[in-house]
């Protein structure tokens, strides 16, 4: 059974930058069979797709958050990360990780992140 | 952006049939891109319900159903359960936006 398991701080500074960690388990970033994304969700709104990384490392992103988003994939570890920078209140919201083949399967448990100082 | 619409909330009654539609464009829908749906109970992460032409994962109960036309989807739930309450998106991939796309979301309540 694929599991994804999140990891990263709940709170960040305005101006800073936002980091998350998606670890996979069941199976392998390396098979490249998949695509590996990050989604958020604001509370009490609707998903919003941040972007993508392929095991080769070539990525994807929402072309409204392009300027500040970067995701990464490690291996050798069988993680994929995201950084979203210089962030603001409204980058509070729910982060997700999901693996894709068309449809987003399974996902991570979700991460509050919240914006503030 | 949601690029693919859907009703706020629909309702019913235990035992009816309820459906949700997904409006898309010519750039996603239209395209001839699939459209998957997901529920996502309070507090949950979004589940997989429907992938592809009418596509259940291991344990969707085939009440549920799903169907495309032209630039629009639809999700059906028939037989409705207290226990099917909760919120519903549609998802595609929009060519124009090179970007997945996911819809606004519908409120599904058990009168």
């Known amino acids: 059974q694929v599991q994804l398991q999140q990891s990263g701080p709940g709170l960040v500074k305005p101006s800073q930058t936002l980091s998350l960690t998606c670890t996979v388990s069941?199976?392998?970033?390396?098979?490249?069979?998949?695509?590996w994304n990050w989604i958020r969700q604001p509370a009490g709104k609707g998903l919003e797709w941040i972007g993508r990384i392929y095991v080769g490392g070539s990525t994807n992103y929402n072309p409204s958050l392009k300027s500040r988003v970067t995701i990464s994939v490690d291996t050798s570890k069988n993680q994929f990360s995201l950084n979203l920078s210089s962030v603001t209140a409204a980058d509070t919201a729910i982060y997700y990780c999901?693996?894709?083949?068309?449809?987003?399967?399974?996902w991570g448990q979700g991460t509050l992140v919240t914006v503030s100082s | 952006q949601s690029v693919l619409t859907q009703p706020p909330s629909v309702s019913g009654a235990p035992g009816q049939r309820v459906t949700i539609s997904c409006t898309g464009s010519?750039?996603?829908?239209?395209?001839?891109?699939?459209v998957h749906w997901y529920q996502q109970l309070p507090g949950t992460a979004p589940k997989l319900l429907i992938y592809?032409?009418?596509n259940r994962p291991s344990g969707v109960p085939d009440r549920f159903s799903g169907s495309k036309s032209d630039t629009s989807a639809s999700l059906a739930i028939t037989g409705l359960q207290a226990e099917d309450e909760a919120d519903y998106y549609c998802?595609?991939?929009?060519?124009?936006?090179?970007?997945?796309?996911f819809g606004t979301g519908t409120k599904v309540t058990v009168l």
């Open positions: 010519s750039s996603n829908i239209g395209t001839g891109y699939d």
């Open positions: 069941g199976d392998s970033i390396s098979s490249g069979s998949y695509y």
């Open positions: 998802q595609s991939y929009d060519g124009s936006l090179s970007a997945y796309v």
């Open positions: 592809g032409k009418d």
């Open positions: 999901a693996r894709v083949s068309g449809w987003f399967d399974p």
